[in-house]
């Protein structure tokens, strides 16, 4: 065997644990890779649920449809303190005894929470803020009109 046969079979061999590693996936955690918090899918799928409740689907796509739970899973991770991950991760392992329950139940279990609530806030917060970001809203219910806008000569002013 000669070096330039060893040094490509190593190569080979290299890349393909990279791959192989690369391509391996836990079904237990969650569908977006994060940095500083663990989600399982359960967690996920109960998050899914919550922000469906809080936009619901209607004529137009809902929150699960529209995928916020993964928006909010995102910001949580990227823009809050440990202190703010810590007490949503606490508020959404408390809100487990609401998964797989309709609606209905899930949207009162939501109203006993207090206003105040760290989780609670955060949830609606980043459910609201990912469904106005989102495509269908900008794309169906935002008119665009370049800048400055229209020009209409004939406004009254109150003088």
């Known amino acids: 065997m000669n070096r330039r046969s060893a040094i490509k079979q190593l190569f080979v061999l290299a890349g ?4 192989a590693t690369s391509c ?7 569908s977006i890779a994060l940095e500083n918090i ?11 649920e919550l922000v469906e409740a809080i936009i619901p ?3 137009s796509p809902g929150a699960k449809e529209l995928n916020l739970h993964l928006f909010v899973m995102k910001m949580l991770d990227d823009c809050h303190s440990s202190a703010d991950q810590e007490a949503f991760l606490q508020g959404l392992k408390d809100a487990s005894e609401v998964s797989g ?10 109203k006993t929470r207090g ?22 809203v900008m ?5 665009y009109e370049l800048v400055p806008g229209r020009y209409d000569g004939a406004v ?3 003088g």
Do not use: W
């Open 57 to 59: 689907k209607t004529d």
């Open 156 to 158: 009254k002013v109150n």
């Open 139 to 143: 794309k169906n219910k935002l008119i």
């Open 24 to 30: 391996s996936t836990n079904s237990k955690s969650a």
């Open 38 to 48: 663990d989600f399982t899918a359960s967690d996920e799928a109960l998050l899914a």
């Open 115 to 136: 206003e105040e609530d760290v989780f609670l806030k955060l949830l609606k917060q980043h459910t609201i803020q990912g469904y106005l970001n989102s495509e269908y």
């Open 101 to 110: 329950k309709s609606a209905a139940e899930i949207t009162a279990y939501l």
């Open 16 to 19: 393909g644990m990279m791959i």
